[in-house]
């Protein structure tokens, strides 16, 4: 991301009388292009008397030059911190939107997990429930098996009862038939 840039100036803005004696101030403004905001430094062009005169515009540059330098330094240093801010915030805000995503995404699977048990058991209760409906229908058809068994082995044996009864009679018949046909006829 590129780094703004922050522009400064120095200008003399004004007289003041501290202590009695006149001053001429130097501010150094720092403004960034971006914003509203401008911050200004006064500094003192002419200190009291009692200091050497020569040396006091070196020092004065010095110092306005080293103050910018520390302004320039701290300016980017809030930049590069605001910068990190936003990048932070970014992230945060990205994974919030993320994870609310996945919350409705784990909430959708539950439902369907749940959907899917309750079929589950359905299915199962069904199975049982046709089970139970087989085996008692197995049962049936076995009863009615033994049932026709048994009522087909009674009525063989009623007719092997028939078949001999009618056997003997038959016998009989004849035994009694051969007896009518040897006895003479009487004639009255």
Same mark, same amino acid.
């Given at each position: 991301m590129a780094r703004a840039s922050l522009e400064y100036a120095t200008e003399q803005v004004g007289v003041s009388t501290t202590g009695g004696r006149p001053w001429l101030l130097s501010a150094v403004c720092?403004?960034?292009?971006?914003?509203? *905001?401008?911050?200004?430094?006064? =500094?003192? =062009?002419?200190?009291?008397?009692?200091? *050497?005169?020569?040396?006091?515009?070196?020092?004065?540059?010095?110092?306005?030059?080293? =103050?910018? *330098?520390?302004?320039?330094?701290? *300016?980017?240093?809030?930049?590069?911190?605001?910068?990190?801010?936003?990048?932070?915030c970014e992230a945060r805000e990205t994974a919030e939107a993320a994870n609310a995503s996945l919350k409705t995404r784990l909430d959708e699977a539950l439902t369907r997990l749940a959907q899917a048990q309750d079929r589950l058991r359905a299915a199962k209760e069904l199975a049982i429930t046709t089970e139970e409906q087989f085996r008692r229908e197995l049962a049936a058809k076995d009863k009615l098996a033994t049932l026709y068994k048994k009522a087909g082995e009674a009525t063989k044996s009623k007719s092997d009862e028939l078949a001999s009864a009618f056997s003997e009679l038959q016998k009989l018949y004849n035994e009694t038939a051969a007896t009518v046909s040897t006895m003479p006829l009487l004639l009255v």
């Open positions: 720092a403004h960034h292009p971006h914003t509203t *905001s401008v911050s200004c430094l006064a =500094l003192p =062009l002419h200190p009291p008397a009692h200091s *050497s005169s020569s040396g006091l515009p070196a020092q004065l540059s010095a110092k306005a030059a080293e =103050l910018a *330098s520390t302004r320039r330094e701290k *300016s980017e240093t809030v930049l590069d911190l605001q910068q990190q801010l936003s990048a932070a």
